[in-house]
């Protein structure tokens, strides 16, 4: 069983084992276990990991923030980021550049992009043979795939 104390001296947040009598923070204080406020008890290291985060993050003010920061993202696949895509594709020049920006700019948006999503982008620049650019794409290394079904353009080495 593990525990989060913190310390009386400087405040911080530090993960122990609650079997033990005392641990010594990191400022030096050394801490009893046993009679010091056991803030969160946990049943594994790696739960106290992220315990220890949460308390600091208390600690200190930030826990919705913190909260807020470790929250996974949600993507944004709505139909305007297509629109988004086909409206700066439309700039570029000929053909080829068009679905070259395409491709480059739903990978900004979405990271990985799937044909379903260059469809959309390429039917709104009135680009028909989908299957035919994305093979061009494709062979010019202009695009890979990270796994099956979903595509990503190469980023240039800065």
Known sequence: MFGVVVCPRCHRAKGVELSKKTT????????????????????????????????SAEI???LAEYERAV??????????V???VAAVAMRAGDRAHRIRAAAVELSKELEV?????????LSALGIPDVD???????????????????????TPAP
């Open 24 to 55: 010594s923070c990191s400022c030096g204080f050394e801490i009893r276990v046993l009679p010091s406020r056991i803030r969160v008890r946990v049943g594994t290291e790696r739960e106290l990991i992220e315990a220890v985060r949460r308390v």
């Open 60 to 62: 200190a003010g930030g």
């Open 71 to 80: 929250a996974p993202r949600m993507k944004k696949r709505v139909s305007d």
């Open 82 to 84: 297509h629109a988004r």
């Open 113 to 121: 992009f799937s044909v379903a999503d260059l469809r959309a982008v």
């Open 132 to 154: 035919g650019s994305l093979a061009e794409l494709l062979k010019a290394n202009v695009v890979y795939e990270p796994r099956e079904g979903y595509y990503r353009a190469v």
